[in-house]
């Protein structure tokens, strides 16, 4: 085997089957298969121009691949001509992209279902986070981790916590020795009456 440097394209019998040949002046390499003359181009990495500007007659109106690995694409624009794109199988459709640009989280075929008292309903646009963090405080933050409860965190300590577990609920505002703590059952009546 040989690799032979020219500066021009070879031709088909400069070449023998196990050699290679590189156009030093455009950065290609030639090599031969089944009796054909085959050529890789080069892209010069310190030029931002691409191969379709380098080919100006080139036109790319498909790309298909079954299995292809790309370490990244970079485009002003990607156009998806089909209904739905996939992450490690999942797929990600028109219409959640469409739910995201408005505002609204994806819809879901896994329905969450509530049928307790005054909501009952099933739920197919719902997150269910674990905890929701304030953006500039790491110790502010609304808890979601048992059932029942919900806790409102401020620096880092218990503020606002609604507790409806069996027998144990109430509603506490406030931090320790401060707190406002609301449990058991009120009953009011401030029209002209009394209290």
Known sequence: MGIKIKNRDPRSTDLRADDIIINNKEGSIFYKGNGRLYKLKGDDVKTPATESNSYPNLKVSTITATSASFLYITASVIDVDAETIRFGGVPFGKSDVQSLNAGLFPTTTVVARTSQGDDDRDYDQYIKPQAIFSPVDDSTYAKYTTAGRVGQFVGGAL?????????????????????????????????????
Not at 166 to 184: E, P, S, V, W
């Open 159 to 195: 503020f606002f916590d609604q507790n409806r577990n069996g027998d144990n609920n109430y509603i506490a505002l406030g931090a320790a020795n401060t707190q406002i703590r609301i449990t058991g059952t009120l009953t009011a009546s401030i029209h002209g009456g009394s209290f």
